[in-house]
C-alpha cells in the first residue's frame, strides 16, 4: 500500500490474531458476531450467588420488583473467553490480564447498531476503554472488515485482506493509495494517557467509513473529539452483579475482598479485579477527597495511583440512619 507499512512477521500476536479470526468462506450470520469468533465464546450462568451473604450490598438493577410470589428471573448468562485457553486473544491490554475477558453485553449492542447503519458515515466516543476496544477488534476481524488500529501514540496497524502491516504514527498518511484505504475501513483507537495528556487523533483519519475512539470521558479530550469529528458519545454502563460474580468465580477471585472493593469504590471493573487494595487511611481519604471534586464527570490522577492514571469518580451513597430519642427511625 505505501512503503510506510511493513508486513508483520507471521509470528507475531497480531498476526496470528488475524489467522484465527478472518475467515472469509464462513456461513452468514444474523449478527454483527461471526462464528469464527463466536466458537471462542463459552458462557457462565453465575446469577448472585457473589452477594447472597448481605443482601444490601446487592447492585440494583432497573427491574421492577413485581409481585413477592412470583419466581425470580433465571440470571442471564455472561459469555467469556478463556484467555488462558486461547492465549491468542492476549493483545493490547488482555496481554497480562486475568484469564476470564467478559464479553460484555455492552459491547454487542454497540457494535450491532454501529454496523448496521447504512449510508453515512459513523462517529463514535465510547466510554468503555481497553476491553471494548479488544472486542471490537475482534469482531471486525471476524467480520472481514478493514481496520486500522491505533493502540497507543507510537504505532498503527492495518488489517486487511491482504494481512496485517504496520506503520509509524508520525508516518505521512496522505498519499492517495492510504487515504483510499482509510475511505473503506474502521478506525479504532484505545489511546487514553491522562487528562494532562494533549494528545489527539490526527486529521488523516477523517476519510474513514467507521470510527471509533475508546477513552475515559475526560472533558476536554471528549468535547474536542466529539466536536471536530462530529461523533455521538456512547457511554458503558458499570459493570452488573452478573458480571462481578462471574469474573470473582471463573477467576477464582476472593469474593470479600471483592465485596469490599465493591462498597469502596463501586460497579467498576478496574476497581474491583486490578487496582492495588487500599489499606491506609490517608490513600482512603485522597480518594474520597477525588470523588468528592465539584466536577464528577472529570478525572484526575490521584496521589495513590501512577502519574497519568485516572480514577473513576463514582461513588455510593447511603442515607444515614438513626433512632431519635422517641425511638422512630430518622433518615
Not at 90 to 102: G, M, P, T, Y
Request: proline share 7%; charged share 25%.
Amino acid at each position: 500500500m505505501n512503503p510506510a507499512f511493513q508486513t508483520l512477521s507471521p509470528d507475531t500476536d497480531y498476526v496470528l490474531l488475524y489467522n484465527m479470526l478472518w475467515q472469509a468462506d464462513q456461513a452468514p450470520s444474523s449478527t454483527a458476531e461471526k462464528e469464527s469468533l463466536r466458537q471462542y465464546i463459552e458462557t457462565c450462568a453465575e446469577g448472585l450467588g457473589l452477594w447472597s451473604e448481605t443482601q444490601e450490598d446487592t447492585p440494583s438493577t432497573d427491574e421492577d420488583e413485581g409481585d413477592e410470589s412470583e419466581q425470580p428471573p433465571p440470571a442471564p448468562e455472561i459469555r467469556y473467553i478463556d484467555l488462558d485457553k486461547h492465549p491468542t486473544f492476549r493483545i493490547h491490554h488482555l496481554r497480562d490480564s486475568d484469564a476470564s475477558f467478559i464479553v460484555r453485553q455492552e459491547y454487542v449492542d454497540f457494535m450491532d447498531s454501529a454496523m448496521s447503519q447504512r449510508g453515512i458515515r459513523k462517529r463514535f466516543f465510547l466510554t468503555g476503554k481497553s476491553m471494548g476496544a479488544c472486542y471490537f477488534l475482534f469482531l471486525l476481524l471476524a467480520a472481514c472488515k478493514p481496520v486500522f488500529f491505533i493502540p497507543d501514540t507510537d504505532w498503527v496497524y492495518y488489517f486487511s485482506a491482504n494481512g496485517v502491516q504496520k506503520a509509524a504514527s508520525s508516518a505521512y498518511m496522505g498519499t492517495p493509495a492510504i487515504q483510499r484505504a482509510i475511505s473503506r475501513s474502521w478506525v479504532l483507537i484505545d489511546v487514553d494517557l491522562g487528562p494532562s495528556n494533549s494528545w489527539l487523533p490526527q486529521k488523516w483519519i477523517v476519510p474513514c467509513d467507521s470510527l471509533v475512539y475508546t477513552s475515559s470521558p475526560h472533558p476536554a479530550r471528549m468535547n474536542h473529539f466529539t466536536k471536530q469529528f462530529k461523533a455521538s458519545p456512547w457511554y458503558m454502563r458499570p459493570w452488573s452483579a452478573q458480571e462481578i460474580a462471574a469474573v470473582t468465580k471463573l477467576d477464582n477471585k476472593d469474593a470479600e475482598d471483592v465485596r469490599r472493593r465493591f462498597k469502596r469504590s463501586g460497579p467498576i471493573a478496574r476497581s474491583l479485579f486490578s487496582d492495588p487494595d487500599l489499606t491506609d487511611l490517608s490513600s482512603i481519604d485522597e480518594v474520597i477527597r477525588t470523588a468528592l471534586a465539584n466536577d464528577v464527570l472529570s478525572f484526575a490522577s490521584s496521589m495513590v495511583e501512577q502519574p497519568d492514571n485516572t480514577s473513576h469518580r463514582m461513588f455510593l451513597i447511603k442515607p444515614l440512619e438513626g433512632i431519635d430519642e422517641g425511638g422512630m427511625l430518622i433518615i
